[in-house]
């Protein structure tokens, strides 16, 4: 694989393990989605609060988000095969 290159935001590869993942989601929701997000463990601890992580009021990671360019049913059942953990969604 490509070396997907420096993170802009917290420096560092682009590239994390599937069980740091600690949640991920499509906005605004699966059938229509714009951006993609998953937040991440394996980042250090105190890199979490820079760039969308400042907005972070569960805290525990590291936010990402990245443009919903590609088949995301196929994505969310790849999510769910390597067993990313998801948060339940608040009524």
């Not at 993609?36 to 980042?43: A, C, M, N, R, S």
């Not at 049913?73 to 790849?78: A, F, K, P």
């Amino acid at each position: 694989m490509e070396d997907s290159g420096e993170n802009f935001v917290v420096g560092g590869a682009n590239r994390w393990t599937y069980d740091s993942f600690v949640n991920w989601d499509f906005f605004p929701s699966i059938k229509f989605p714009i951006l993609v997000y998953f937040k991440e463990t394996q980042t250090p601890q105190e890199q979490w609060n820079e760039g969308p992580g400042q907005f972070d009021k569960a805290g525990g990671g590291q936010i990402h988000f990245f443009p919903a360019i590609a088949n995301c049913e196929q994505l969310q059942e790849q999510f769910t095969l390597r067993g990313c953990a998801k948060m339940e969604q608040e009524a």
